[in-house]
């Protein structure tokens, strides 16, 4: 959008006026982009949550757009921090990524691939059945809406079609891609802890993928076409690749960024026990360190300006790095950690003024400061924009 928001909106809403069924639910993604950007999550909780809001991007037809924009939904929800915005963003990721899980079998279910055939209407072919095909053909424009579907797996009765293929499409990137970053919210959030079902279909589906693309493009660099596809898979897996000649970037400071959290959250599959507190204190340390790197634009250890080669107006990207920030900076309670965490909420204030999660982790910030009076103004902010008992981030 270049930051021309407002014309974005217009525009969408524009279209939406123009032709309703037609572009519905590309412009439901374009206000919801333009909502994210100048924070108005109320409006944009509204647009991809509410009934009426659902309606126009559900039955689209692009690939997991309604999962994708659900997800965004969830996100709306988990910044409005409204009260049981928890249990409803929960209700969301279960909805629109639990379900491509469980019916593609990437949550570990199956071994092997997962064969359906399409959804069929079983009361137009028992009628065909019974009554001929001049019966069915009368009967097949009236019952052509009904939704008695079945789902179950079935390749004896006939062979595969390519319908039956695409009706029941394995998960992209994009989508275990979102589901991870909104685990990862409501995990640090204090919602779903560790051993969380979740997580491990998360971690099976990762693997799953990894093993895909090892096998079809094992001289490539596994997730090297989206760098922010990388930083979620090394949340939980071990051992990804890195090309050596890209290691003073800031995509790879941040994998690494990524990586440690997934030690310090006991997230990696490794692990079967919980990571002593004093282990954990250390990988805590260690994260802030790294954060003040990527922030400075310069790497200490190796004593050299890092590369930028990612782009932070990714919205996905920024809500991950804010929130890392943010939960570093509390785990650690170091005053260097509390002043970027500081003035990274700052930043997000001035962009996104309407936004009461912000304003929320900018007085938990300055609490965990000694700043008093401007924390209790800035809490009392969050709650007038809509935020309601004001949450929790863990323990």
Same mark, same amino acid.
């Given at each position: 959008?270049?930051?021309?928001?407002?014309?974005?909106?217009? *525009?969408?809403?524009?279209?939406?006026?123009?032709?309703?069924?037609?572009?519905? @639910?590309?412009?439901?993604?374009?206000?919801? *982009? #333009?909502?994210?950007?100048?924070?108005?999550?109320?409006?944009?909780?509204?647009?991809?949550?509410?009934? /009426? @809001?659902?309606?126009?991007?559900?039955?689209?037809?692009?690939?997991?757009?309604?999962?994708?924009?659900?997800?965004?939904?969830?996100? %709306?929800? !988990?910044?409005?921090?409204?009260?049981?915005?928890? $249990?409803?963003?929960? &209700?969301?990721?279960?909805?629109?990524?639990?379900? +491509? !899980?469980?019916?593609?079998?990437?949550?570990?279910?199956?071994?092997?691939?997962?064969?359906?055939?399409?959804?069929?209407?079983?009361?137009?072919? !028992?009628?065909?059945?019974?009554?001929?095909?001049?019966?069915?053909?009368?009967?097949?424009?009236?019952?052509?809406?009904?939704?008695?579907? /079945?789902?179950?797996?079935?390749?004896?009765? $006939?062979?595969?079609?390519?319908? /039956?293929?695409?009706?029941? !499409?394995?998960?992209?990137?994009?989508?275990?891609?979102?589901?991870?970053?909104? *685990?990862?919210?409501?995990?640090?959030?204090?919602?779903?802890?560790?051993?969380? #079902?979740?997580?491990?279909?998360?971690?099976?589906?990762?693997?799953?993928? $990894?093993?895909?693309?090892?096998?079809?493009?094992?001289?490539?660099?596994?997730?090297?076409?989206?760098? %922010?596809?990388?930083?979620?898979?090394?949340?939980?897996?071990?051992?990804?690749? =890195?090309?050596?000649?890209?290691? &003073? =970037?800031?995509?790879?400071?941040?994998?690494?960024?990524?990586?440690?959290?997934?030690?310090?959250?006991?997230?990696?599959?490794?692990?079967?026990?919980?990571?002593?507190?004093?282990?954990?204190?250390?990988?805590?340390?260690?994260?802030?360190?790294?954060?003040?790197?990527? &922030?400075? @634009?310069?790497?200490?250890?190796? /004593?050299?300006? *890092? +590369?930028?080669?990612?782009?932070?107006?990714?919205?996905?990207?920024?809500?991950?790095?804010?929130?890392?920030? %943010?939960?570093?900076?509390?785990?650690?309670? &170091?005053?260097?950690?509390?002043?970027?965490?500081?003035?990274?909420?700052?930043?997000?204030?001035?962009?996104?003024?309407?936004?009461?999660?912000?304003?929320?982790?900018?007085?938990?910030?300055?609490?965990?400061?000694?700043? +008093?009076?401007?924390?209790?103004?800035?809490?009392?902010?969050?709650?007038?924009?809509?935020?309601?008992?004001?949450? $929790?981030?863990?323990?």
């Amino acid at each position: 959008m270049g930051g021309r928001y407002r014309e974005a909106e217009q *525009l969408a809403e524009k279209s939406l006026q123009a032709d309703s069924d037609g572009c519905s @639910g590309l412009a439901t993604w374009a206000l919801s *982009l #333009t909502y994210k950007a100048e924070g108005r999550v109320s409006e944009g909780r509204s647009l991809l949550s509410g009934f /009426d @809001g659902m309606q126009r991007y559900e039955e689209c037809g692009f690939l997991f757009f309604s999962s994708n924009l659900g997800g965004d939904g969830a996100q %709306f929800v !988990l910044d409005r921090d409204a009260a049981h915005a928890d $249990r409803a963003a929960l &209700r969301m990721y279960d909805e629109n990524f639990d379900r +491509i !899980l469980q019916y593609s079998g990437y949550n570990g279910s199956t071994l092997g691939t997962v064969l359906r055939t399409r959804p069929q209407n079983r009361r137009k072919q !028992l009628t065909q059945n019974l009554w001929g095909n001049l019966l069915g053909s009368l009967t097949s424009h009236g019952e052509s809406k009904d939704r008695d579907f /079945d789902f179950e797996p079935s390749t004896k009765s $006939r062979l595969l079609t390519v319908q /039956d293929v695409f009706s029941w !499409l394995p998960p992209t990137h994009a989508v275990i891609t979102q589901a991870t970053l909104i *685990l990862f919210r409501l995990t640090i959030r204090g919602v779903v802890p560790y051993d969380d #079902t979740r997580w491990r279909d998360i971690t099976e589906a990762w693997s799953k993928l $990894r093993r895909i693309q090892s096998t079809h493009r094992s001289n490539e660099i596994i997730y090297n076409f989206s760098p %922010f596809t990388r930083i979620m898979a090394c949340l939980i897996l071990d051992g990804i690749d =890195t090309d050596s000649s890209i290691s &003073r =970037t800031i995509s790879s400071k941040l994998e690494k960024v990524s990586d440690l959290i997934g030690y310090a959250l006991n997230l990696k599959k490794q692990l079967n026990i919980k990571t002593e507190l004093k282990q954990e204190n250390e990988l805590w340390i260690k994260i802030c360190a790294i954060l003040s790197d990527i &922030r400075s @634009g310069y790497d200490h250890e190796s /004593d050299a300006i *890092l +590369i930028q080669d990612i782009d932070f107006r990714n919205e996905d990207l920024l809500s991950f790095w804010e929130y890392t920030v %943010f939960y570093a900076a509390t785990k650690t309670k &170091r005053y260097d950690a509390l002043c970027m965490a500081r003035s990274v909420c700052s930043e997000g204030i001035t962009l996104r003024p309407n936004s009461p999660e912000i304003w929320l982790r900018y007085s938990v910030i300055l609490e965990e400061m000694g700043d +008093i009076v401007p924390a209790e103004e800035a809490k009392a902010a969050a709650i007038s924009l809509g935020s309601g008992e004001g949450g $929790r981030f863990g323990e």
